[in-house]
Structure formats: structure tokens, C-alpha cells
């Protein structure tokens, strides 16, 4: 079925115009509040996907919570949610010559004319990208994955990081329709038009799924859609094991190192500030876990004073 929308949606686009000959559409990332599952619409405070996860296995990015026994590391876990609001979408082509190569270059994609036709290739796609494309293997992947797509972070209130997370790649899709995509100008709203060939086969997007053999892979998000990614997915967390007693930020960042082009980078953090409190303990982590409160959530934003 996802071959077939696959084969429909490139058979139906055409190359665009040369860059040289057109402005470009471009995509608009927008980092949702953090903890925010399908992002918001109201007060972010009431985004609650987070937790405090103690696991006995620190090796195991995929460890089940305890709440007794020995405890060898926590996690504060969270979902991050990035919306595309800008005029164009966000797509890019993956590719390798052959399967000796480990990894696929990746181009970006730009629509260049209003409703009009979309890159249907890596060769079509205008704009070489920094990043890669990988084939994650975990069990709980079996795909191929964005590098550089987005970051975590832990960071004093002065903006000091502590904490980054671990995770390394993202397979994007249409995952859900933001609050506000009603109001986007260029939102897939025929399914017949380019951006609506597009969206269909971006909803059912699984990135190569089970196919290391892939030579080529296409990810991305059309304007009016988000891709959000819960708490308990794998490295979907920061470690708070040796974070002592205090107040912090925690920053989501989509395009962290702008490697991939876009409108606006000013919307690509969302913040929380929260207040991490350990009881008096014993040594190791055996006897208590800590208290994490949120204080306050700034979304669109990189700090989070209280």
C-alpha cells in the first residue's frame, strides 16, 4: 500500500523549475512546547506528556521504569512535537549508489510556484543538505533516520548546557495537523493537487521500513502537518542522574545546526523550566528518586527564566 501512494505521488510530480528561475516556498519549523503529543492550542502547562523514569539497566535506551529495587540511572522522558507553518514543504530525497555505501546523501526539496508541481527525486531536488540519512536497526526502528534533526538539552537557568541528549536520527512523516493549520495559506486542502499527493503519502511515511537494502528514502513534513515523537520512545529522554537539586531549562530544538533551509529559524526552541529535587538519600540510587516539578513553559523560546 505505502509502494503503491509512493509510486502515485512521484509518477504524478514533475521537476520543478531550476532554482535560478523561481523563488522557493520555503518550509517553516516550529518547535511545539515540550511535552506537548500533537502540539497545542491552549496553555502549554497543560502539555503533560513527561515522566520520571528510573531504570535498572542505564545500557538500555529502551529500559523499562522500576519504582523499586536497584535503580542504576532516571530519566527525564518527554515527547517533542515540530510543525511545519511555513509556505512550502519540508521533503527531502535520500540516496546511495549502492549498499556498500552505510550512508545516503540528502537533498532538499523546494515547490517553487504555488500549487504547483513538487521534486520528485534526488536528482530533482535543488539544494544539497549537511546531513545524512542512516538504517537504524533497533527493534524499535527498522528504519532509515535523519541526522541532525533535532536536539535536547538540559541547561541552567544562566543557559549553560548540562545534559544533550543521545538520540541521533528521525524518520518524518504527517503525524498530525497542528491547532492553527486551517490558517496556513498553502496547506494541502484537494487531494488531487501536488500538496496533497504529498501529504497522503507523508501520512503513511515509515522511511524505508525494514529495508537496509534501501537505495533510496524520502522524509518530511507538508506545510499544515507536525511529527511529534512520545516520551517513551527510545533516547527520548535526558539523563538527570548526577543533576543535583536546583533549577533548570530543558530546550527542544527542530534544525539545530540549520542544516536544513528554512524561513525562520527563530521558532525552532521551545523551553521548560523546571525545578529537579532530590530527597535526602543514601549512597546510590537506591533509596528515593527526585522531585520534578515544571515552573513554567515557553514556547518559541531557547531560555525560560522563573
Same mark, same amino acid.
Given at each position: ?15 520543478p ?14 518547535q ?20 520520571? @523514569? ?16 536497584h ?7 518527554f ?65 532509515w ?41 498553502y ?13 497522503? &503519502? ?28 512520545k516520551?517513551?520512545?527510545? &533516547? ?11 533549577v533548570?531549562?530543558?530546550v527542544?530544538?527542530v ?29 546510590g ?18 531560555? @525560560?527564566?522563573?
Amino acid at each position: 500500500m505505502l509502494a503503491a501512494a509512493a509510486g502515485v505521488f512521484l509518477a504524478l510530480s514533475a521537476a520543478p523549475p531550476a532554482v535560478a528561475e523561481s523563488p522557493l516556498l520555503l518550509p517553516d519549523l516550529r518547535q511545539a512546547p515540550v511535552g506537548c503529543a500533537g502540539g497545542w492550542d491552549s496553555d502549554p502547562l497543560l502539555c503533560t506528556d513527561w515522566d520520571v @523514569c528510573a531504570v535498572a539497566d542505564a545500557s538500555s535506551p529502551s529500559a523499562h521504569c522500576v519504582t523499586s529495587g536497584h535503580i542504576a540511572a532516571v530519566r527525564l522522558r518527554f515527547t517533542a512535537s515540530e510543525e511545519n507553518i511555513g509556505d512550502g514543504p519540508l521533503l527531502f530525497y535520500a540516496h546511495r549508489d549502492s549498499t556498500a555505501q552505510p550512508t545516503m546523501t540528502v537533498r532538499q526539496a523546494f515547490q517553487t510556484v504555488p500549487h504547483g508541481p513538487i521534486p520528485a527525486s534526488f536528482t530533482a531536488a535543488q539544494r544539497p543538505s549537511r546531513t545524512t540519512a542512516y538504517y537504524e536497526p533497533a527493534p524499535a526502528h527498522v528504519h532509515w533516520h535523519l541526522l541532525n534533526f533535532e536536539r535536547f538539552q538540559l541547561r541552567t537557568q544562566s543557559g549553560d548546557a548540562l545534559v544533550t541528549d543521545r538520540k541521533n536520527g528521525f524518520c518524518l512523516g504527517d503525524r498530525y495537523a497542528p491547532a492553527d493549520a486551517d490558517m496556513l495559506a498553502y496547506r494541502a486542502r484537494d487531494d488531487d493537487s501536488p500538496e496533497g499527493k504529498l501529504h497522503t &503519502f507523508l501520512v503513511g511515511n515509515m522511511c524505508g521500513h525494514a529495508d537496509p537494502n534501501a537505495l533510496d528514502v524520502t522524509e518530511g513534513i507538508s506545510v499544515g502537518s507536525g511529527d511529534d515523537y512520545k516520551y517513551d520512545v527510545d &533516547f527520548q529522554w535526558l539523563d538527570i542522574t548526577k543533576v543535583p537539586s536546583g533549577v533548570y531549562t530543558v530546550v527542544n530544538t527542530v534544525n539545530p545546526d540549520h542544516t536544513l533551509i528554512e524561513s525562520d529559524y527563530n521558532n525552532d526552541s521551545s523551553s521548560l523550566a523546571i525545578s529537579i529535587r532530590w530527597p535526602t538519600r543514601k549512597d546510590g540510587l537506591d533509596a528515593a528518586l527526585p522531585v520534578v516539578s515544571v515552573l513554567r513553559s515557553c514556547p518559541g523560546r531557547e531560555r @525560560c527564566p522563573v
